[in-house]
């Protein structure tokens, strides 16, 4: 399987600051097709998951433009620029390259 | 509406077997590959097996190969997940997830979960 290294584990920020997330796969996400099926998730407390970036750095339909995407190969980036109530939750990595993986996880939380 | 609604679960001893169900309802059940996903407590989470939409193919992660089996009745619109040899790793949180082929999200709906205790 496809190992998914994702850090920080938590973070702890002030409304309106800017914060990234990493992702680093044990192999390339680069498919045979030529896409990298790297998402991003986020699950706010009690629901369930939801998509918030597509391969790679392309926004789900309603996710504002403070989300971004970036990266190839086997690093990627999520970056939430001016943090709000509502970006609060666990986010995930997850890769569709090679069946599918999760990162562990990274909780973001109020300062 | 796409609703998906588990069962099954429960505690159980390690070393036993235990097998979940899926109902499906508001869309064409026949028509979608589905996913069994799970999360340990307090944990993040962890896509454990695929089946196609006419069980044509079946995937699992190496976690659960060999122990767990994914199946389907598309007459009653259920997805099943067979559960053997049970190990304390396996306490979770079990969600079936279905996509959503126009926007190629993978796990577009979940259901509500059912969980597993595997304790002695």
């Known amino acids: 399987d496809v190992v998914m290294t994702q850090t920080p584990p938590s973070l702890s920020v002030a409304i309106g600051q800017s914060v990234s997330i990493s992702c680093k796969s044990s192999q390339s996400l680069v498919a045979s097709d030529k896409n990298t099926y790297l998402n991003w998730l986020l699950q706010s407390p009690g629901r369930s998951p939801k998509r918030l970036i597509y391969q790679v750095s392309k926004l789900d339909s309603g996710v504002p433009d403070r989300f971004s995407g970036s990266g190839s190969e086997k690093d990627f980036t999520l970056k939430i620029s001016r943090v709000e109530a509502e970006d609060l939750g666990v986010y995930y990595c997850?890769?569709?390259?090679?069946?599918?993986?999760f990162g562990a996880g990274t909780k973001l939380e109020l300062k | 509406e796409v609703q998906l609604v588990e069962s099954g679960g429960g505690l159980v001893k390690p070393g036993s077997s235990l097998k979940l169900s899926c109902v499906a309802s508001g869309f064409t059940f026949s028509s979608y590959g589905m996913h069994w996903i799970r999360q340990a407590p307090k944990k993040g989470l962890e896509w454990i097996a695929l089946?196609?939409?006419?069980?044509?193919?079946?995937y699992y992660a190496d976690s659960v190969k060999g122990r767990f089996t994914i199946s389907r009745d598309n007459s009653k619109n259920t997805l099943y997940l067979e559960m053997n040899s049970l190990r304390s790793e396996d306490t979770a949180m079990y969600y079936c997830a279905k996509p959503d082929i126009t926007t190629d999200n993978w796990f577009a709906y979940w259901g509500q979960g059912t969980l597993v205790t595997v304790s002695s």
């Open positions: 089946i196609y939409y006419d069980s044509s193919n079946k």
């Open positions: 997850l890769q569709g390259t090679h069946l599918y993986t």
